[in-house]
């Protein structure tokens, strides 16, 4: 590790990995931080290994490096791509479905091919704007070390670095459920009696042996047809501190345990077994910046087109309650592609930094969207190249040119906005309406 880069990214989850490549692949010398032992966040280390959407009504509205990495794990992995013509499917069926063990090895590659330097196993210390550079303190196994960065890149998902440096973050007062993601096997479906399972779980619910959100409020029959998977709500979790992580961990493994010990008391469920989980509870919102612009609920679902908008998003309105009662699926309209502006990637007051990921800059429901792996795969792409940008000039990251940093993505293989035109609506396909699998 150097004392100096031109770029140093915290944060290797679905931003921060292709902003690191992406900054490192224009000429800037880059550090990219991940306090985890494997990049891809939410997609690896999380389990949600279902990153999506990179299309729209039939069109490829996502590309570039994420989808370069997710293309290839999929192909290494021998699974296959769902058809994304079928735009009338609910959304879930056009999820891409990888290997974490196979993707974050991949991630590792594309990172140190591009040039880029990994340091897996820290955090951010601290983080200070001196007027000329960033000062940053990096949390090591050997201590703080002092590191000095002409652009710094917030992909940490709560807007940690931000929050070191002093500037506003908002939180919600009623924040989404988290879920830990488990896989349940050791019994055959068709031999069991789901409706008396059922009557067994409203009676655990009574006696609060069960919480009434720890099947998200699914009907036993679909979460054991799932065999788990994201089917569990963790609620009253936040993540914007390690205190408030602590507790969502324990709160996740502690529902874990309460569901493995009801269903082995289930006739026909006694062997059971966790086939896999996550090491990490999967927080859906903590923080988020105070940026330059605020995408809201009625700019995403309307396909605000905005004039600096850097990405493509594309995903329903997803709110989890926040009390785990079910989920809020709201589809977009036939046509509809919301784009994600520069000002939301840019904290107020702040010089040279750059924001990606669930953390920018909008309101709970917009967020609920946008914050899945490839819009933040987009997201991030785009804020490598502002600060290879940003370092390279020493402009600040809302001052920048952007016909030169939207000509740095598509090299780079980004579809940005205004280059995907949705074609009227075939005849032949119907939207089938949208249920939670």
Known sequence: MRSRYDVVVFGG?????????????????TLLVEKNGALGGT????????????????????AGIGWDVVLRSVREAGLELPDFTRWDLPHWLLQVRVV??????????????????????????????????WRLGIATKEGVREVEAGCVVDCTGDADVVGLAGLPRRTNARRQPGTIMVRFG????????????????????????????????????????????????????????????????????????RILRFLRRQPGLERVTVDAWATETGIREACTIDGHATVTARDYTSGRQWPDAV?????????????????DIRPLPYGTLPTIPRGALVPRGSHRMVVAGRAISGDQEAASAYRVQASSMAMGQAAGALAARCAATGTDVVDLPLDDVRRDLRAHGAILPGDVVVPPPSTTHRPVPEEIP
Not at 13 to 22: D, E, K, R, S, Y
């Open 100 to 133: 974490p063990a196979v993707l974050a090895a991949l991630l590792d590659d594309a990172v140190l091919a591009s040039g880029a330097d990994l340091l897996l196993h820290a955090m951010a210390a601290n983080a200070r704007w001196d007027g000329r550079s």
């Open 311 to 327: 990405s493509y998003s594309f995903y329903p309105i997803d709110v989890h309650r926040p009390d785990g009662d079910g989920i």
């Open 186 to 257: 050791g019994y055959d479906l068709a031999g069991l009696d789901v409706d008396a399972i059922q009557r067994a779980h409203d009676a655990a619910v009574a006696r609060g042996e069960l919480h009434a959100a720890d099947l998200a409020h699914n009907p036993v029959g679909k979460f054991l047809r799932n065999r788990g998977e994201n089917a569990i709500h963790v609620t009253g979790i936040q993540g914007g501190t390690s205190e408030d992580r602590t507790a969502a961990e324990v709160a996740g493994r502690r529902t874990l345990l």
């Open 43 to 62: 997609t690896t280390v999380a389990g949600v290994a279902l990153p999506g959407l990179f299309h729209a009504w039939g069109q490829q509205i996502i």
């Open 13 to 29: 989850g679905t931003a921060g990995t292709p902003a690191a490549i992406q900054a490192a692949r224009l000429g800037a010398s």
